[in-house]
């Protein structure tokens, strides 16, 4: 019988018994699954049996390649299930837990700083974007129109944005920390009420979106709608700008007190934003 040891650090180990983390065993089939193997073997060694690495679980893990004769057979029939198990799994996708809704709400920031060196792809916009197909509208007129700016395209717009103008002295976006991709919100109709609710509907919904998605985001009112429908060859007047990136800053919440100033502050490199809390919302 031809019988091949897994080559891991852990090889020092007594012969064949290797120490687990939780986890740990997904992993290393995965890696192993790639090798010309038939099968492999695991038998969960009983915790006492080397009590001194209490908390991790032990393994016996043999590989089999396909020329062996398959009557090595270790332990029990544990082995089989938790392989049959691994084939199915790694077949299905894995399901990624989910941020809950107030988790988003907390992530989604408005930030001033992006990290330069990641670059926002055409299809992290789109999907953003994509938000808009399934938001509510007012009578659904869905007037609303998107244009996707990448970094090609970036530079030409910065100019004509303003951000953090309650904190001049900063001038942000620092230099190095500007984003490098947009989305411009344009309308087909001029801008009535009902078409200011849908903008911010729809930039709320593609904010928690970019966050879901791990990126970060801000909406920018504050920019010159000429410059930028010029320079960008809009054939609408643009409403709001998506600065969309990788957030570069601590932000962070704070309660704010009755009669405290809300405007955002940073102390010592991290920006607050003070929110009012649920009493001062509520009319009795
Ligand atoms: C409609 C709208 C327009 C905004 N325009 C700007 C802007 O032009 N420049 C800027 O720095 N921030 C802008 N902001 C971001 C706000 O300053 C930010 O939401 C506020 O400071 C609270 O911070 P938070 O979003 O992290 O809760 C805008 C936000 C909204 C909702």
Redesign the pocket.
């Known amino acids: 019988m031809l019988l091949r040891k897994i080559v891991l650090p852990l090889q020092t180990q007594s012969e064949g018994v290797l120490p687990m983390r939780n986890g740990a065993l997904d992993e290393w089939l995965s890696q192993w699954s790639a090798k010309p193997c038939t099968a492999v073997r695991i038998r969960q060694a009983p915790q006492n049996e080397f009590s001194n690495f209490s908390g991790t679980h032990f393994l016996f893990i043999c590989l089999i390649t396909k020329f062996v004769d398959f009557n090595f057979i270790m332990a029990d029939n544990f082995l089989e299930k938790r392989l049959e198990a691994y084939k199915v799994q790694s077949v299905a996708p894995k399901k990624k837990q989910q941020p809950n809704l107030a988790q988003l709400l907390k992530k989604n920031?408005?930030y001033?700083g992006y990290d330069a060196s990641f670059v926002v792809r055409r299809d992290q916009l789109l999907r953003i974007i994509d938000v808009n197909t399934k938001i509510a509208s007012a009578r659904n007129q869905q007037v609303l129109r998107f244009r996707p700016v990448l970094s090609d395209e970036a530079a030409k717009i910065l100019p004509y944005?303003?951000?953090?103008?309650a904190l001049p002295a900063l001038s942000?976006p620092q230099k190095g920390k500007e984003p490098n991709a947009f989305i411009v919100i344009c309308s087909t109709v001029p801008e009535t009420r009902n078409v200011s609710i849908d903008l911010?509907i729809s930039?709320q919904s593609m904010l928690l979106q970019a966050v879901e998605m791990g990126l970060n985001g801000?909406?920018?009112?504050?920019?010159d709608k000429k410059a930028v429908a010029q320079e960008l060859n809009l054939p609408l007047e643009p409403l709001?700008l998506l600065a969309i990136g990788k957030g570069g800053e601590d932000?962070e919440l704070k309660e704010a007190a009755s009669g405290d100033s809300l405007c955002?502050y940073r102390e010592n490199g991290v920006h607050y934003?003070p929110?009012l809390p649920i009493d001062e919302l509520v009319i009795e």
Do not use: D, E, P, T
């Not at 801000?218 to 920019?223: E, P, Q, R, Y």
């Open positions: 920031r408005s001033r944005i303003k951000m953090g103008s942000l911010g930039a801000i909406c920018i009112g504050a920019f709001l932000i955002y934003v929110k």
